[in-house]
């Protein structure tokens, strides 16, 4: 009994870094979306002038308050430079993990704001990654790898949202804190007289930094975010959730890395690394251009290649031989601040028209080069796991996949534990059970375009927009600006989220790098979908296609955001011109949907980015569409809601034999329009 219980001990200081290792990740996820979204909400304060502000709108940032969470959030990074002083210290340990479970506490309530809180997480988190490698190295693979894999699980219990945010889990974030803290203290004090090994002092070189920037990146953006990849190569999440995290979590089988060990020792030590990055660029190419069962079996297997990556990151230390690992981990989080801001401009490209830097030669320069991320977001992937895969580069002498000295029932032992844990993440991640609306004969039906779940200033509020469309009342409802796992919007797929929070069906259409567009949500029951692209000089846009099947014939529901009006140096006619372009081309489109001339019943919805007397109405209604807001005062019917902006930019055009009953628009702010609802007899009495 007691040595069973003395080899239970060996295995706490594991437990005690996978707990601050999912804290990490946690917060540096929600770390990336809040300066996101504070640097957004503070750079239109300043443009508008805090005087003009409504003080009661939640999410509004003065600029003075932004410069001081950065200073926070750059002094927490800093953190590892403890490590260049204090490496050999035990009680640093101690600290570091008492820095990042207090943070993740606080994220949830606490003295400082979320992201005070979560830049005190992050930094804490780094500074025990430093040390863990100093002083455990073998436990870093298993930190990080079981890190993302209960992350996975986090979100899988909350349809791709992570619950752990939530006011309601302080309870069981208080117990987890309280544990990793008391795991350091415990874990310090059993080492305490206790020699070091030599396979527990390591460190992580320039190079490996450098890589671990990327594997993040990689981590956080696509492969360990399975409703990201599951937008990206078109496939279905619920059941790519298990697939997914099995891939994280199977190179810990150590029968697993055997077989890597054994494929990549056939290959000479100066080709290894490259041969090994060949691959995962082969498989990232595939799973990101080719749509479907083979591009999403093609990003399942990059992540078994990129999870393998953990084990060559750090090196042995030599006697006497200088660490820096904690001054190369502010070069990790360097790297992961410059791939993620990459990210944005991969979707954000058409915003950076008009970029000011008061530094003439940079004016001339910065603005085009943002621009010319449009498209670019393969490119930064395969950016990121080059330098991912770089450590395995340089590291030519020795292959840190171990052989297979352990028995094969710790094989499959850990081959179990990984398919019980893929399990609990599939039955956690399964759809409800959605009641079809059925035999129908009137309908509301909705359009609200939801600023990628965020207000005019950049406040992110999920269950503010539910809540909108649940009142409303809608049994059809066409969202613009939906977002499937982008960095900044905190990794949801906010139609699924928004679908399964409604118990209603969701159709999602892709317009930018597989993870913004266009979706539909429905209670009645959705027969058909589809959707084209649409030409664009500024942001990439388009047009979906959903049938649904309220009794027995079709309604038809197009779905679309045009061109957005924006100001700059040279002008909006240009972008009007390509506001004419798309309508063209999505009248052409229903008109080819439709070759014998009868159109049916059909609605068409969305953002048009302009106004009723403009030439885009005029043409829908010389089409034969009409419009049931024509009449209404503008107080009743605008959609777009900003400060000092009131206007009706989204809208609903019916045609005939349907017939609106009534038109509205939903008084509240979750997003920086208001949604629009007519309610629809489906056939004339």
Same mark, same amino acid.
């Given at each position: ?26 917060? &540096?996820? /929600?770390?990336? *979306?809040?300066?996101?979204?504070? =640097?957004?909400? %503070?750079? +239109? #304060?300043? $443009? !508008? @002038? ?31 430079? &403890?490590? /260049?002083?204090? *490496?050999?210290?035990?009680?640093? =340990?101690?600290? %570091?993990? +008492? #820095?990042? $479970? !207090? @943070? ?48 996975? #699980? ?532």
């Amino acid at each position: 009994m007691l040595s069973r219980l003395r080899l239970g001990m060996r295995y706490l200081p594991a437990v005690e870094a996978v707990l601050i290792g999912v804290f990490f990740v946690q917060a &540096l996820r /929600l770390l990336i *979306g809040l300066v996101y979204s504070h =640097l957004a909400s %503070a750079l +239109l #304060v300043s $443009a !508008l @002038g805090p005087q003009t502000i409504d003080p009661a709108l939640p999410g509004v940032v003065d600029p003075s308050t932004l410069q001081g969470e950065l200073a926070l959030l750059m002094f927490a990074l800093l953190l590892p430079l &403890l490590t /260049l002083i204090f *490496g050999r210290a035990r009680w640093l =340990l101690v600290m %570091a993990a +008492l #820095v990042t $479970a !207090l @943070g993740r506490l606080w994220i949830i309530d606490g003295p400082l704001a979320p992201l005070a809180a979560a830049s005190l997480t992050v930094g804490g988190a780094l500074l025990y990654t430093a040390l863990i490698i100093r002083q455990r190295a073998r436990i870093l693979p298993l930190m990080f790898i079981l890190a993302f894999g209960l992350d996975q #699980v986090f979100r899988a219990a909350g349809n791709t949202l992570d619950p752990s945010w939530s006011a309601a889990f302080y309870t069981p974030q208080l117990i987890l804190s309280a544990a990793a803290i008391l795991l350091a203290v415990y874990n310090m004090f059993r080492s305490a007289g206790v020699d070091q090994a030599p396979q527990d002092r390591g460190l992580l070189p320039f190079w490996s930094a450098v890589g671990l920037g990327g594997l993040l990146f990689l981590q956080l953006s696509l492969l360990a975010l399975p409703n990201a990849a599951a937008g990206r190569a078109g496939v279905d999440y619920t059941a790519f959730v298990p697939l997914v995290l099995a891939a994280t979590l199977v190179p810990l089988i150590p029968w697993v890395r055997a077989q890597a060990r054994a494929f990549i020792t056939a290959f000479d030590g100066s080709v290894r690394g490259w041969l090994w990055m060949l691959v995962i660029v082969l498989l990232l190419v595939l799973g990101l251009r080719v749509r479907g069962l083979i591009g999403g079996a093609a990003l399942v297997a990059a992540q078994v290649a990129v999870s393998l990556l953990w084990w060559w990151l750090v090196r042995p230390q030599a006697e006497k031989e200088r660490n820096l690992t904690g001054l190369w981990l502010v070069v990790v989080a360097l790297v992961t601040a410059l791939l993620a801001a990459g990210d944005v401009y991969t979707y954000e490209y058409a915003f950076a028209r008009d970029i000011r830097t008061g530094i003439a030669a940079l004016d001339e320069f910065v603005s085009p080069l943002l621009r010319g991320f449009r498209g670019m977001g393969l490119a930064l992937v395969l950016l990121a796991a080059f330098l991912a895969a770089l450590p395995m580069t340089q590291m030519r002498r020795r292959v840190p996949w171990a052989e297979s000295r352990s028995a094969p029932w710790q094989s499959l032992l850990t081959a179990a534990a990984v398919a019980g844990i893929s399990i609990l993440a599939a039955y956690l991640a399964r759809p409800p059970v959605v009641t079809p609306l059925r035999d129908v004969d009137i309908v509301r039906i909705g359009t609200y375009n939801i600023h990628a779940g965020f207000n005019e200033f950049f406040h992110f509020d999920l269950e503010a927009i539910a809540s909108t469309l649940d009142i409303s009342g809608a049994k059809v409802i066409l969202l613009q600006e939906v977002e499937a796992g982008r960095l900044t919007s905190f990794g949801v797929d906010q139609a699924l989220w928004l679908a399964r929070r409604l118990q209603m069906d969701r159709r999602f259409y892709a317009t930018n790098e597989g993870l913004h567009g266009l979706a539909v949500l429905s209670q009645i029951p959705i027969v058909y979908d589809d959707g084209r692209l649409l030409a664009s000089i500024g942001l990439q846009t388009g047009v979906q296609r959903v049938q649904v099947q309220p009794d027995v014939s079709v309604v038809t529901f197009y779905n679309t955001w045009l061109g957005l009006l924006v100001e700059s140096p040279d002008g909006i006619a240009e972008l009007e011109q390509d506001q004419q372009q798309q309508l063209d081309q999505m009248l052409s489109i229903i008109a080819a949907d439709h070759p014998d001339g009868n159109l049916g019943r059909m609605v068409v919805g969305g953002t048009f980015n302009n106004t009723p007397t403009s030439p885009l109405a005029d043409r829908m209604r010389a089409a034969g569409f009409v419009d049931p807001f024509a009449g209404l005062p503008l107080e009743l019917s605008a959609t777009l809601w900003r400060t000092g902006i009131r206007a009706r930019v989204d809208f609903l055009w019916v045609r005939p034999p349907l017939l609106a009953l009534s038109a509205g628009v939903m008084d509240t702010h979750p997003s920086d329009h208001r949604m629009a609802v007519i309610e629809l007899q489906l056939s004339r009495r």
